[in-house]
């Protein structure tokens, strides 16, 4: 499986099982990061620049290799999404019933982890889910793996924030030896405008969420969302009179 972004190209190859790569007593490092970004909204993020913490989310099944959403690894083996990203086109019903697998695509400097999705909770009213994932591609050369820092701290209206995800080129491609997948990674500086510490309304947004003034591109659904801290404070989730919501 290949993913890339503009000139940038990252791959990895599929692995049954990457454990046995390990060596007895080699040790593991895992480390929470906190994730900065400069420029102006829109300005073009490198391929691999979160560490391997955004996650693209694919589903595969008979009919091809669907990239329909994003996620943020929080922690080792865990990553958390949009739970209508699950839902929609009844790909949760699939996942439970074993029509299809469940694949994320983490881009790191200079490579990419394949994870595969052993399971999945949705978080009670809320937009959310959470990840159990295994890897599914060598580990990395310096057996390290970043997650982000995440705070439960509500942002305030005025606070910027940096609304990120990536959404692929083609949206569902032909399953092959070698899947290449186009990614363009969104980066977006937002204001927060609107906090809603009770939920929105009683459907889509029952839980804790806040407005930001922006509009996510198809594929950018459950991408991770930072202070100006560096820290995860939310997904994307849904659009609201043209303002996306986490």
Known sequence: M???????????VANNDPHLELMAGERLTF??????????????????????ILLALSFRDDSGHHTTGSAAMVGPGLAVCAAHVLQDQGYAEKLASGEATLVAQ???????????????????????????????SSFPANRHFDFASVTTRMPAVGDELTVTGLSAIRRT???????????????????????????????????????VDCDARGGMSGGPVFDSRGHLVGVVSSSYDGDATT
């Not at 030896?177 to 889509?204: F, N, Q, W």
């Open 31 to 52: 480390s929470a990061q906190r994730l900065f970004f400069e420029g102006n909204s829109g300005d073009y993020m490198p391929v691999g620049s979160q560490l391997g």
């Open 106 to 136: 983490a881009p790191l400097p200079g490579g990419m982890l394949l994870w595969t999705v052993l399971r999945f909770s949705l978080v009670p009213n809320a937009d959310l889910a959470v990840l159990s994932l295994t890897l599914s």
């Open 2 to 12: 290949e993913n890339c972004v503009n000139t940038d190209e990252v791959s990895a």
């Open 173 to 211: 491609e032909v399953i092959s030896s070698a899947t290449r997948v186009e990614m363009v990674p969104g980066c977006i500086k937002v204001l927060v405008i609107d906090s809603y510490p009770e939920g929105r309304d009683r459907s889509m947004l029952p839980g804790p969420c806040f407005a």
